[in-house]
C-alpha cells in the first residue's frame, strides 16, 4: 500500500519561500505510469490543485500558480517537493501531497497534510 | 467560489439515501470524467469514486456516481454515522487546464 508523509516547516515568512517535501513508501516512485501531485486546502475552505511531476521529471503547474512554484523529484530517495516563492498570507493552507493527477490518474493516495502558516 | 457548485450541506437519518450534486460546464464535467473525495473531520481526502461511478476498492456499494451531461451527483444509500464527511467532486477542465474541485458538501447524519 503506497503511502504518503509531507515534511517542512510550518511557518513561513512573508516574501519567503515555503519549501515541503513528500516522502513515498510502500511503492516505487517511477513506477511507469505514475504522477505525483501537490494540492492545498485554505483553511475551512475547498481544495485547490497546485501542480504534478512524473518520474522522469516532468512537470505541469496549475496556470493560476505558475509564477511561483517548482516540484522536483528525487527518486533515489523516493520524495518528491515543492518550492512556492513569494508566500504571502493567502498561501496559509494545508498542503497536501498525492499520487495522480492527470486526467486519466486521480488522486488515489493522499499524505496525511501539513499545516503552513504565513505570518511573520 | 469554486469552478463547480456543490450544495454546502445534505443531510439524512440513519439507513436514509442522500444525493450530492456537482454541476459544472462543458470543459470540465461535460468533457472530462468526474471524480469524488471524503474527507472525514479532520483527516485528509479519500479517495471515493473515479471516472464518474467507479468504486475504488474497499468503497463499500452503498456508495454510488453518476453524470449527465454538465452535471454529475454521488448517492450515498444506507447513510450511516461513520457517513459524516464533507464530499468534493473533482475533473480536469480543458479550459482552465487544470483542475478544478467543487466547494465542497458536508453530509450530516442526523
Known amino acids: 500500500q503506497v503511502q504518503l508523509q509531507e515534511s517542512g516547516p510550518g511557518l513561513v515568512k512573508p516574501s519567503q519561500t515555503l519549501s515541503l517535501t513528500c516522502s513515498v513508501s510502500?511503492?516505487?516512485?517511477?513506477?511507469?505510469?505514475?504522477?505525483w501531485s501537490w494540492i492545498r486546502q485554505h483553511p475551512g475552505k475547498g481544495l485547490e490543485w497546485i501542480g504534478h511531476?512524473?518520474?522522469?521529471?516532468?512537470?505541469y503547474y496549475s496556470p493560476s500558480l505558475k509564477s511561483r512554484v517548482t516540484i522536483s523529484i528525487d527518486t533515489s530517495k523516493t520524495q518528491f517537493s515543492l518550492k512556492l516563492t513569494s508566500v504571502t498570507a493567502a498561501d496559509t493552507a494545508v498542503y497536501y501531497c498525492?499520487?495522480?493527477?492527470?486526467?486519466?490518474?486521480?488522486?488515489?493516495?493522499w499524505g496525511q497534510g501539513t499545516l503552513v502558516t504565513v505570518s511573520s | 467560489q469554486s469552478v463547480l457548485i456543490q450544495p454546502p450541506s445534505a443531510s439524512g437519518t440513519p439507513g436514509q439515501r442522500v444525493t450530492i450534486s456537482c454541476s459544472g460546464g462543458?470543459?470540465?464535467?461535460?468533457?472530462?470524467?468526474v471524480d469524488w473525495y471524503q474527507q472525514l473531520p479532520g483527516t485528509a481526502p479519500k479517495f471515493l469514486m473515479y471516472?464518474?461511478?467507479q468504486r475504488p476498492s474497499g468503497v463499500p456499494d452503498r456508495f454510488s456516481g453518476s453524470k449527465s451531461g454538465t452535471s454529475a451527483s454521488l448517492a450515498i444509500s444506507g447513510l450511516r454515522s461513520e457517513d459524516e464527511a464533507d464530499y468534493y467532486c473533482?475533473?480536469?477542465?480543458?479550459?482552465?487546464?487544470?483542475?478544478?474541485f467543487g466547494g465542497g458538501t458536508k453530509v450530516t447524519v442526523l
Open positions: 498525492a499520487r495522480g493527477g492527470t486526467k486519466q490518474q486521480p488522486f488515489d493516495h
Open positions: 510502500g511503492g516505487s516512485i517511477s513506477s511507469g505510469g505514475n504522477y
Open positions: 511531476i512524473y518520474y522522469s521529471g516532468s512537470t
Open positions: 462543458s470543459s470540465n464535467i461535460g468533457s472530462n470524467y
Open positions: 471516472r464518474n461511478n
Open positions: 473533482a475533473a480536469w477542465d480543458d479550459s482552465l487546464r487544470r483542475w478544478v
